[in-house]
């Protein structure tokens, strides 16, 4: 491991087994049959060994949104949308009028957007609405010629998500979904989907918000020359976010390190934070402890991170938004198995008799 990830990943500890064994005991003593609410078991006994208690708590969960453009976006034909909609939906978020605005008041979690690197920012009034203006630069450089960032750059994204984590943790987030924006994101994602698992581009990579036939061949093909161009060191994690990255996908692999630093759960939303959760991962594999797969989107690269890191999506619902909203609807998940943890009664309090 690098000095740089070394410094990056220092503090972090895989979840211990030791809760995951007392939670298991704990849910013997419910009153159900041993596993009979599946996964909602599995869940709660994660969390226990991630917040190191027994039961868990669900305590104001958080939403968090890193936005940020891309060069190759304004350079090459591989999005349907002008990049400008990246600031024009930033300023939806702020007035409240998104998909992921509805869900996380769903869920009762906190909405908080982060801009990065938002190159056409729209003004919106930005006091007390959940908006933090963190902008690194007015989007990348154009993978398909070179580095995505330099290297300060890079640095200064992940501490960004990292310190929001740290500042979320201080005030009692038990858990946090990723979501970004960002027009032409799923090309970065490919492209760096493919060097870190060295997979044919053209299995990786689909049509994000919409593209043709025609775009997804020219989205395939720039991302041909972006590897070529920038040959990533590909068992360096940070050399591979930095020359194909964005901005805000190294926000959330700060958002991934700063959280399991501080035992909260991390909910991966689709393509996009699941790529920032895998570098997380890359750089410190305790991370993965701290990881539930929101949901699977029709992305090909997503569903080959998820097998990748052995992560089963808790939803299924063919979502392909972004934004967070897959993520965020998960956390209702984790919700319903803290508390079943919580309140349900045990045998002996409710005077049944577990004999079998």
């Known amino acids: ?43 709660g006994t994660r969390l226990c060994a991630i917040q190191r208690r027994v039961p868990p708590v669900m305590e104001n ?10 060069g190759v976006t304004a350079a090459e034909k591989v999005a349907p949308y002008p990049r400008e909609v990246t600031g024009q939906m930033v300023a939806n978020f702020v007035r409240g009028g998104a998909a992921i605005n509805v869900l996380a008041h769903l869920v009762g979690a906190s909405l908080n957007v982060v801009d990065v690197g938002v190159a056409h920012p729209v003004a919106v009034d930005s006091s007390g609405n959940g908006l933090r203006i963190r902008r690194i630069a007015r989007g990348t450089n154009n993978i398909a010629q070179g580095p995505a960032m330099t ?3 890079l640095h200064e994204a992940i501490s960004v998500g990292s310190g929001l984590a740290e500042e979320l943790a201080a005030s009692g987030v038990s858990a946090v979904a ?7 994101n799923t090309t970065v994602a490919s492209a760096l989907t493919a060097a870190l698992l060295r997979c044919p581009i053209a299995h990786i ?30 068992d360096d994690p940070l050399d591979v976010l930095q020359k194909l990255g964005g901005y805000e996908i190294a926000g959330l692999c700060g958002v991934c ?19 920032a959760v895998t570098l997380a991962i890359r750089l410190h594999a305790g991370v993965g402890g701290y990881v539930f797969a ?23 619902l063919g979502m392909r938004l972004g934004e967070g909203t897959g993520a965020t609807l998960a956390l209702g998940l984790l919700r319903a198995a803290a508390d079943i943890m919580q309140k349900m009664a045990t045998f002996e309090h409710a005077g049944v008799d577990n004999r079998k």
Request: neutral net charge; charged residues 20%.
């Open 1 to 43: 491991m690098t000095n740089d990830a070394t410094a990056l990943t220092r503090g972090i500890a895989a979840p211990e087994e030791q809760w995951l064994a007392r939670a298991r005991r704990f849910h013997e003593r419910l009153t159900k049959p041993t596993g009979s609410l599946g996964q909602l078991e599995y869940i």
């Open 61 to 70: 969960p958080a939403v968090v949104v890193f936005a940020s453009d891309h």
């Open 151 to 153: 290297r300060a750059h």
């Open 178 to 184: 990723l979501g970004e924006m960002g027009i032409g």
């Open 205 to 234: 990579t689909g049509r994000g918000t919409g593209a043709d036939d025609a775009m997804l061949a020219s989205k395939i093909a720039v991302i041909e020359r972006a590897l070529a161009v920038n040959q990533p060191s590909l």
């Open 257 to 275: 390190l700063g959280a399991a630093r501080n035992h909260m759960a991390i909910v991966a939303d689709g393509f996009i934070s699941t790529v």
């Open 294 to 316: 929101g949901h699977v989107s029709p992305e090909p690269g997503h569903r080959l991170l998820l097998q990748e890191l052995r992560l089963a999506p808790l939803l299924d």
